[in-house]
């Protein structure tokens, strides 16, 4: 257990400085992740309606690239070989726990965190429910967390994680976590002088934080969907500011006129002013009075220099740009697919990491509920609901002919149907098992020779 002293310390100097610098970066992130992006730069004496401009160009491109991954990343089941010697029914004790955790909702804001800034956080504590031990999964935004690892790259666990909360009078309330135990500790904002204030064993054995991470290299690092690309959008947003500017103050035709005396009142003027209707004349008593206008400033490069924009950065986010720009013109099902396969390619490589780290968790948690099996079992994974944007009838019919042409299993299809959950194929699998008598009977012979005890 660290002394005191060592708590203290290791908040001071290392744990609270590393997460106001990564807490200043991921700050930035958010703005352009959400809504509140940064300012377009401005003249100094900028009017109030450029300031309005401005703020009317803002778009959050880069919230609806990372919603645009999300949307496509949903778990809808858990398999082990450990079910094969289950009971008929019986719920995996892993997959039990997701559940009474809320994770079939938790995981959306789980995955979106760790898109959007690069990584995100799952905190895995020991707990009980009504049926005895049930661990406590909870998402971790990393603006709230720090986490030190000796090998950033490599290692699964940190060594330390430090969870920030700001306190009611002023201040930080620090939960320092190791492999034995979580310290509790209080920081004045103004000195910045941590206090330890108690300290409790969680029993994890391991510092029991999960890094979720979007594209993690052998260096560590880990980039988001939003912070390589925050010059790409801003471009967009910069474009748009000139459309709106040209717009507002050069889009119409103004009307001229030359060699007529100019009113001497503004009273005068407004009683002179010309109100045309259509079958109305001009005409002058001065032979040397002209008539004429000044063309408006054509919007045309001005949009397609957007669209270019919008193009370069559905690009470099393997985004479709129909989804950033809302065209789509009869696409056939294969140009479809081709749209979106970078899309698809890059779902299938975060599913990989997030799986893998989806599987870390639930291991943990059986591990902490006294399920030794289960915490060690490492062929275990979670699986992927299909979110392929296609019809139903396309997908029964290619898995139909799957299942008559190459004599695959129908039951292994049904979870390839477009909004199938794994809730709806067991539901189906025991309909289907009601209405065959031989698999009945079977079923029967099976609990008579294995009575269960």
């Known amino acids: 257990m660290l002394s005191r002293t060592t708590v203290v310390e290791l908040v001071k100097d290392q744990m609270f400085p590393g997460w106001l610098d990564e807490r200043e970066r991921l700050d930035r992130i958010d703005r352009w992740y959400r809504w509140t992006q940064d300012d377009i730069k401005l003249p100094r004496r900028a009017t109030p309606e450029l300031r309005a401009l401005a ?3 803002k778009i959050p491109w880069l919230g609806l690239v990372v919603t645009s ?6 778990v809808d089941g858990y398999r082990s070989p450990l079910d094969a010697s289950r009971p008929d029914g019986e719920v995996s004790p892993a997959w039990k726990t997701w559940h009474s955790n809320g994770f079939d909702q938790r995981q959306v804001a789980v995955h979106r965190a760790a898109l959007a800034y690069g990584y995100s956080y799952v905190r895995v504590l020991p707990g009980e429910d009504h049926e005895g031990k049930r661990s406590v999964m909870r998402g971790v935004s990393p603006r709230k967390c720090y986490a030190l690892y000796q090998d950033p790259a490599d290692d699964d666990w940190p060594m330390y994680v430090i969870q920030v909360a700001k306190a009611d009078k002023g201040g930080y309330l620090i939960s320092l976590f190791d492999e034995e135990d979580v310290h509790y500790v209080s920081m004045d904002s103004s000195t910045s002088k941590p206090e330890w204030v108690s300290a409790e064993t969680h029993g994890a054995g391991v ?25 790409a959008a801003a471009r967009v947003n910069k474009t748009s500011f000139d459309r709106l500017v040209t717009q507002h103050f050069s889009s119409w035709k103004v009307r001229t006129v030359s060699g007529m005396a100019q009113p001497d009142t503004e009273e005068e003027a407004n009683r002179k002013k010309l109100q045309l209707r259509q079958e109305d004349l001009l005409v002058a008593e001065d032979p040397d009075t002209r008539f004429g206008t000044l063309d408006e400033s054509p919007l045309t490069g001005f949009i397609d220099s957007w669209r270019s924009d919008v193009e370069a950065l559905a690009a470099v986010t393997q985004t479709p740009t129909h989804t950033l720009t809302g065209q789509l013109v009869n696409l056939s099902a294969e140009a479809l697919a081709a749209a979106r396969a970078g899309l698809t390619q890059k779902v299938a490589e975060r599913q990989k990491s997030f799986g893998r780290s989806h599987g870390q968790t639930l291991r943990l948690s059986a591990l902490l509920e006294g399920h030794e099996d289960e915490a060690h079992d490492v062929l275990a994974r979670v699986t ?11 997908a029964v019919d290619a898995w139909g002919k799957a299942a008559t042409m190459l004599q695959v299993p129908v039951q292994a299809l049904w979870q390839r149907l477009p909004g199938v959950e794994k809730s709806d194929v067991d539901e189906w699998e025991r309909m289907a098992e009601q209405a065959d008598p031989v698999a009945r009977m079977t079923k029967t012979l099976a609990d008579q020779a294995n009575p269960v005890e």
């Open 55 to 57: 703020e009317m160009s």
């Open 69 to 74: 991954v999300s949307q496509c990343m949903y």
């Open 207 to 231: 510092t029991p934080f999960v890094r979720y991470s979007n594209m993690l290299d052998l260096e560590g690092r880990s980039a988001g969907e939003v912070e390589p690309f925050i010059p």
């Open 384 to 394: 992927w609901q299909d979110m392929e944007v296609r019809s139903i009838a396309q």
